[in-house]
């Protein structure tokens, strides 16, 4: 199955004012998402309340990138939209 990722502007802007650090370690914690969306090392899990479409992966102890995820059935494609980055406090 062939993967596709999204962002959206809000992910854009909060990406934008996260630190270099941080930015680069999101890229390294997104090569192993796209290899396998469940690594331990990611901490990935459901979010609840409002936000129960969505999902979140740790990038730091504090950072969590949120995204969104839907199956194209017709094309065997499975999209992850990034809507948001940051915080913990800031995301949730």
């Known amino acids: 199955m062939k ?3 999204e962002r959206t502007r809000k992910f854009e802007k909060s990406f934008g004012k996260l630190n270099i650090k941080t930015q680069k370690l999101f890229i ?3 090569g192993i998402f796209i290899d396998n969306e469940h690594s331990p090392s990611l901490k990935t899990h459901k979010l609840n309340g409002k ?18 995820k839907r199956l194209q059935k017709e094309k ?16 949730y």
């Open 3 to 5: 993967k596709f990722i």
């Open 51 to 68: 936000q129960n479409n969505e999902y979140a992966f740790s990038v730091t102890d504090d950072i969590r990138a949120i995204y969104e």
């Open 28 to 30: 390294k914690k997104l």
């Open 76 to 91: 065997e494609i499975l999209v992850f939209k990034f809507v948001d980055i940051g915080g913990h406090n800031k995301v």
